[in-house]
């Protein structure tokens, strides 16, 4: 099972920059369980939301042939909690990009926490490395299909791609 950890892209410049945002509600089971008299999303889970932002950008970049991995967190400097009711956005941008793999500068800001817009809505500041394993791990011998982006990978990058310009 694949656990998709964005919402939607708002964002996406091909092989520079994703955008994406996530709603984080008091129905996921995780957001009780550090502090249960204190909900939070844990910094694990807004690093691993930066990482699929990112490895979506990084394997699109490359017509998602490649087998996108994340490699190393190089970074990742957090200065507040998300708590649920907050909307967040990760913004990945890419420093380097090659046939090896790629680097990634993110930062997570909070959108709005259910007041409003926050005064400091900077959550973190990440860098991720990216490896393209198919390249990088000589020797090793892995599946033919890419099994790193699926469908619903996939499908969040479509749907802003098919999304209709807004009347009003």
């Known amino acids: 099972m694949r656990w998709i950890w964005i919402d939607k892209f708002t964002r996406f410049d091909s092989g520079t920059r994703a955008v994406a945002v996530k709603c984080c509600s008091a129905s996921e089971d995780h957001v009780h369980d550090l502090y249960p008299n204190f909900p939070i999303v844990p910094n694990s889970l807004l690093i691993e939301s930066m990482a699929q ?20 967190i190089g970074k990742a400097s957090f200065s507040r909690v998300v708590r649920p009711g907050d909307l967040v956005e990760f913004d990945a941008t890419v420093l380097q990009l090659n046939e090896m793999g790629a680097s990634i500068e993110g930062v997570i800001r909070l959108l709005s926490n259910g007041f409003g817009q926050p005064e400091s809505p900077v959550v973190a500041q990440i860098e991720l490395m990216f490896s393209h394993i198919d ?15 699926t469908g619903h ?16």
């Open 53 to 72: 932002t990112a490895g979506i950008l990084v394997g699109e970049s490359r017509q998602f042939k490649e087998k996108v991995i994340l490699a190393k």
């Open 135 to 149: 390249n990088n791990i000589a020797g090793m011998k892995f599946p033919e299909h890419n099994f790193v982006f």
């Open 153 to 168: 990978f996939t499908q969040l990058l479509d749907e802003f791609r098919n999304k209709p310009e807004p009347t009003y």
